[in-house]
């Protein structure tokens, strides 16, 4: 039996690599939803959920109710918000949307580990007036080595498509994705590809003999790869739910190498990296780390690292990753209209925000031998040649940073001058009223080369260690 084949029948890893007593598969949001329920006990929590939810009822999965009421008190952004787009957006006749690129749905997701229809998703998405949401049902490692569950893969694909189309109307854009989940080395969102071709360009038995051609294909044909909750790591606690490791392994290496050559074409592929996950946030950083910016803060240093440790455009994003009752505006993207490919576009280019949308209002201008002293250029955007960068934002509490060290005091949104040295890729990206941009890449050279380049050996890639209280 390969390695892939193994991965699905393990479960969330444990902090001590032992399996956890009771074995079934929970997303970030149930796990950590689970471990409340531990301490409060299902009566308590089912009649707070009566009184908070009015209608939602006692047959509704506990920890789902629990974990709704958790994310209750998270921000609830708000578009359009014009005074958060750069001059230079609005030159280039971009405009904020704001979505979510990691929600659950059933079907295809079974109940009770998702409870939450495609018709309830499509209220949902209304009603927090979301301009898109990719819909990530879990599809288990090593899928596409067998024929069998191959064609339940594509046939649960095309029902849900089926059911968007019908039920979505003129509304939100809907885009029918899927998360791969590994219990072992990860997970990904998988998005804006076409499952169904890809499966036939790959073939059964060439997957078998190489399983990283399946991610191949997926990126060749322009789909986009998140790494999903990337440093979800185990916390050292009594609490048996906060002791799963849902990491990424080849960034937190908790697991010994070598790596499936999946995971390695997977990692080596990937467009994005999901810093901010609202479960995570809301119920694991905040109510066990009392700091609900922690785990995004990391990622986000994560993201500078994996940037100059090999130049790349590598894109942090954000998802709900809900399984229940709750969607937000997690992702803000600078699009030219509100279309999947405007979206796809706007993502893959690394026009991106994340948790609130004043950090798209991030702009540089560079002065070096290029001659690009008076031109503004958004988030995403590359300089090239540059030895004096002038970097603004908008918003009133505002902090740009430089290869993650901040180059001022936390303040207004103002113009910041800094010189950087031409020979070296910088990250420059922005913190402005409680959300993250994407970087602006400066000196980093061609950001745009051949991703099917080939891997790299899975030794020769840096450990990255997250900062966990």
């Known amino acids: 039996m390969n390695t892939s084949a193994r991965s699905l029948t393990r479960s969330p890893r444990s902090v001590s690599r032992k399996p956890p007593t009771r074995r079934g598969p929970w997303g970030a949001a149930t796990a950590f939803a689970a471990k409340a329920l531990s301490l409060l006990g299902g009566v308590a929590v089912c009649s707070i959920g009566l009184l908070a939810l009015g209608s939602v009822g006692c047959g509704r999965p506990v920890a789902h109710v629990l974990a709704d009421l958790a994310v209750s008190g998270a921000s609830h952004p708000t578009l359009p918000r014009p005074d958060a787009l750069s001059e230079s957006a609005r030159a280039a006749g971009y405009r904020i949307l704001g979505g979510d690129l990691h929600c659950h749905v059933r079907p295809p997701d079974g109940y009770p580990h998702v409870s939450r229809t495609v018709a309830e998703t499509v209220a949902l998405a209304r009603e927090e007036k979301l301009d898109f949401v990719v819909l990530t049902p879990h599809l288990r490692a090593g899928f596409f080595l067998d024929e069998g569950r191959r064609a339940v893969a594509i046939a649960q694909q095309r029902t849900l498509a089926e059911e968007v189309r019908r039920a979505a109307g003129s509304g939100p854009v809907?885009?029918?994705?899927?998360?791969?989940?590994?219990?072992?080395?990860?997970?990904?969102?998988?998005?804006?590809?076409?499952?169904?071709?890809?499966?036939?360009?790959?073939?059964?038995?060439?997957?078998?003999?190489?399983?990283?051609?399946?991610?191949?294909?997926?990126?060749?044909?322009?789909?986009?790869?998140?790494?999903?909750?990337?440093?979800?790591?185990?916390?050292?606690?009594?609490?048996?739910?906060?002791?799963?490791?849902m990491s990424w392994q080849p960034f937190t290496r908790r697991m010994p190498e070598p790596f499936?050559?999946?995971?390695?074409?997977?990692?080596?592929?990937?467009?994005?990296?999901?810093?901010?996950?609202?479960?995570?946030?809301?119920?694991?950083?905040?109510?066990?780390?009392?700091?609900?910016?922690?785990?995004?803060?990391?990622?986000?240093?994560?993201?500078?690292?994996?940037?100059?440790?090999?130049?790349?455009?590598?894109?942090?994003?954000?998802?709900?990753?809900?399984?229940?009752?709750?969607?937000?505006?997690?992702?803000?993207?600078?699009?030219?209209?509100?279309?999947?490919?405007?979206?796809?576009?706007?993502?893959?280019?690394?026009?991106?925000?994340?948790?609130e949308p004043a950090a798209c209002s991030l702009e540089a201008r560079g002065e070096g031998t290029a001659g690009q002293g008076s031109v503004w250029s958004p988030v995403g955007s590359s300089l090239h040649d540059v030895h004096r960068?002038?970097?603004?934002?908008?918003?009133?509490?505002?902090?740009?940073?430089?290869?993650?060290?901040?180059?001022?005091?936390?303040?207004?949104?103002?113009?910041?001058?800094?010189?950087?040295?031409?020979?070296?890729?910088?990250?420059?990206?922005?913190?402005?009223?409680?959300?993250?941009?994407?970087?602006?890449?400066?000196?980093?050279?061609?950001?745009?080369?051949?991703?099917?380049?080939?891997?790299?050996?899975?030794s020769s890639v840096a450990r990255f260690t997250p900062d966990t209280p």
């Open 260 to 355: 499936p050559d999946e995971i390695m074409t997977a990692g080596r592929l990937a467009q994005g990296i999901e810093v901010f996950n609202l479960a995570v946030s809301e119920m694991r950083d905040r109510l066990m780390l009392f700091d609900r910016h922690h785990s995004l803060r990391e990622a986000m240093r994560l993201v500078d690292w994996q940037i100059t440790l090999r130049p790349r455009r590598f894109v942090p994003v954000g998802g709900s990753d809900s399984h229940s009752a709750h969607l937000r505006a997690t992702t803000f993207v600078l699009a030219s209209a509100r279309t999947p490919e405007s979206i796809r576009d706007a993502l893959r280019a690394g026009r991106v925000c994340v948790r």
């Open 174 to 245: 809907f885009v029918v994705g899927f998360e791969y989940t590994d219990f072992t080395y990860g997970h990904l969102g998988a998005s804006f590809g076409d499952l169904e071709a890809v499966l036939a360009a790959v073939p059964v038995h060439e997957a078998q003999a190489r399983p990283g051609r399946f991610f191949d294909e997926y990126v060749r044909r322009g789909g986009f790869l998140v790494i999903n909750h990337p440093l979800l790591v185990p916390l050292d606690t009594l609490i048996p739910w906060a002791r799963y490791d």
């Open 389 to 458: 960068l002038v970097v603004r934002t908008r918003g009133e509490r505002a902090r740009i940073l430089l290869n993650g060290r901040a180059l001022a005091p936390e303040g207004p949104g103002r113009d910041i001058e800094v010189t950087v040295d031409p020979r070296w890729c910088s990250v420059v990206r922005a913190e402005v009223d409680g959300g993250y941009s994407a970087p602006i890449y400066v000196n980093c050279g061609d950001l745009g080369g051949d991703p099917l380049e080939p891997p790299q050996p899975a």
